[in-house]
C-alpha cells in the first residue's frame, strides 16, 4: 500500500448518489487534463514527469548531491514558494524536523530567500560563521526579490570565504534552462545549473532539480521518491470507480458545494508540519481564484486539539478533514510501568507509544464526524522515499482535476501579482513612481 483513500467516515455527509452524479465531471476534468485542452494546458509537464525526465541531468544531480556532502558542513537553500517549499518538506518528513540537530553524515540544511526579515537572514549567517557552506539558489528568473536579495548576501559570503574560483565549486543554480538574469550569470561566473522546465509551475516542481537536488544531498533516496511518483502516475490513469486520486477530487467538490469551504490537513506525526505547508501552497495557488476555492489550512494532532479542537468540535460547520494516517511510525517507544504511578498514566503502559498515537486519532476522528465535520482518511503504511514519490504525485494530479471540477484554471496565480507591484511602488522601484504616490496617498502619508 502506497496511499489508499479510506472514506467510510463520510457516510454520513456524502451518500453514493453524489458521487455518481459527480463522477462524469471528475472524468471529463481528466480528459481535459490528459489531452492538454484545458486552461494552462502548457504548464503541465510534471504530469509525466515521473517517467519522462532528463536522465543525464538527474546523474549530475546525485554527483552534486555528494560534492556538497563531501565539502560542506551547511547547504543554504534560497528560493520561496515551490522552489523551497517541496524540498523542505520531503526532508522533514524523510528525515526529521530536527535534521540540522541530529548526528548525520550530510550537510545542515537552512532555507532563506522566503522571507525579507532581517533578523532571521543574520541568524543564517550567524550560523554559517567557520563553517564549510555551499549555496543552491533556486529561481526561474533571477530578480525575484527575496531570493534575489539572500543571494546577493550570501553570493559575496561565498566569494568572501573561497574566493571568485573557489565559488565556483560552492554555488549551484537551478533556474531557467537558457534565459533570465541568473542564467546569465551562472554561464558568465562558471556555476553548475540545473533546470526548471518551461512546462512545470513552481508549485509542481519538486520532482524537478528544484526539489531534487537539496532532496538528494540530505541524504534521501531520488531514485526511489521518483519511483513512487512513477506507480501512482500509472495506478492513477484508471477509471474513476478504480481511481482513489479522482474520488479525492470529488470528495472535495462534493463537499465545497455542501458548504464545506475550508480543508484541514490533519496529521499526528509532526514531521508532516512542512508537507501541509506544501498541500497549502499547492491547493491554495491553484484553486482560490475567481472567488471560488477551498481553503486550505492544516493542524497537527494531538498538538492543536488543545487550541483548534474546541472550534473544529463545536465552532462553524465550515470546514472538513483530510486526516494522513501513517500506520507505521519512523520510530517507537516502549511504555514501562512506574511503581509509584503518580501520574496515574499505568494505563497507557505496556505497550508502544504508537497505540497511543493510534487511539487519539481514532477517537478524535469518530469525536469530530460525530460532531458534524467529515473525514476524509488518507491511509500509509510507512513513510518512505517511494510512498512520498506516491503522495506528491497524487496531490498534484488531484489538485489539477479538482481545479478544473471548480472551473478555474489551476496553473495561473495572477493574483500573486498585487501585492509585488505595490510593494515595488512604494520601495521606489524604476517605473513605478506615479503607482507609488496613489499608494502613499492612501496611506495617508
Not at 512604494?426 to 507609488?436: N, V
Request: some cysteine; glycine content about 8%.
Amino acid at each position: 500500500m502506497s496511499l489508499k483513500l479510506n472514506s467510510k467516515y463520510l457516510k454520513n455527509f456524502v451518500n453514493e448518489n453524489e458521487l455518481d452524479g459527480i463522477k462524469a465531471q471528475v472524468e471529463t476534468a481528466a480528459k481535459v487534463l490528459h489531452d492538454k485542452t484545458g486552461q494552462g494546458s502548457d504548464f503541465l509537464g510534471w504530469l509525466d514527469l515521473p517517467v519522462d525526465y532528463d536522465k543525464d541531468e538527474f546523474e549530475r544531480i546525485k554527483a552534486a548531491a555528494a560534492k556538497i556532502q563531501s565539502n560542506s558542513e551547511v547547504l543554504i537553500v534560497i528560493g520561496i514558494g515551490g522552489s523551497y517549499l517541496g524540498a523542505r518538506a520531503a526532508i522533514e518528513l524523510l528525515k526529521s524536523p530536527m535534521y540540522n540537530n541530529l548526528k548525520k553524515d550530510t550537510p545542515d540544511i537552512y532555507y532563506v530567500g522566503n522571507n525579507i526579515n532581517p533578523t532571521y537572514l543574520s541568524e543564517i549567517l550567524s550560523i554559517c560563521d567557520g563553517r564549510d557552506i555551499a549555496v543552491n539558489v533556486i529561481s526561474k528568473s533571477g530578480t525575484t526579490t527575496e531570493p534575489a536579495l539572500a543571494f546577493r548576501i550570501f553570493k559575496k559570503l561565498v566569494e568572501d570565504k573561497y574566493g571568485k574560483e573557489g565559488a565556483k565549486d560552492r554555488i549551484f543554480c537551478t533556474t531557467d534552462k537558457a534565459r533570465g538574469t541568473l542564467k546569465e550569470l551562472a554561464d558568465t561566473e562558471g556555476y553548475e545549473t540545473f533546470v526548471i522546465p518551461d512546462d512545470v509551475g513552481g508549485r509542481f516542481s519538486v520532482l524537478t532539480a528544484v526539489g531534487l537536488l537539496p532532496i538528494a544531498v540530505a541524504g534521501c533516496d531520488i531514485d526511489a521518491l521518483m519511483g513512487g511518483a512513477a506507480k501512482a502516475r500509472e495506478d492513477f490513469m484508471a477509471d474513476f470507480d478504480n481511481n482513489d486520486c479522482y474520488k479525492y477530487a470529488a470528495l472535495r467538490n462534493i463537499l465545497y458545494r455542501k458548504g464545506k469551504s475550508v480543508e484541514l490537513m490533519v496529521s499526528y506525526d509532526p514531521s508532516f508540519c512542512m508537507m501541509s505547508e506544501w498541500y497549502k501552497q499547492l491547493f491554495g495557488e491553484s484553486e482560490g481564484k475567481d472567488n471560488k476555492g477551498i481553503l486550505p489550512d492544516s493542524v497537527v494532532f494531538s498538538t492543536d486539539l488543545h487550541s483548534m479542537g474546541q472550534f473544529i468540535q463545536e465552532g462553524s460547520r465550515i470546514m472538513f478533514e483530510t486526516v494522513v494516517d501513517i500506520k507505521k511510525p519512523k520510530q517507537d517507544i516502549f511504555l514501562e510501568n512506574d511503581k509509584e504511578n503518580l501520574d496515574g498514566l499505568n494505563f497507557l503502559t505496556n505497550q508502544n507509544m504508537s497505540v497511543v498515537n493510534r487511539r487519539a486519532l481514532e477517537g478524535t476522528i469518530l469525536a469530530h464526524t460525530e460532531g458534524g465535520v467529515p473525514n476524509i482518511i488518507l491511509e500509509m503504511d510507512e513513510i518512505n522515499e517511494d510512498n512520498l514519490g506516491y503522495m506528491i504525485y497524487f496531490f498534484e494530479k488531484a489538485c489539477a482535476v479538482s481545479g478544473y471540477v471548480l472551473g478555474v484554471n489551476p496553473f495561473n496565480q495572477p493574483g500573486v501579482e498585487s501585492y509585488k507591484s505595490n510593494m515595488f511602488a512604494l520601495l521606489g522601484k524604476p517605473g513605478y513612481e506615479d503607482k507609488k504616490a496613489a499608494l502613499e496617498e492612501k496611506l495617508g502619508r
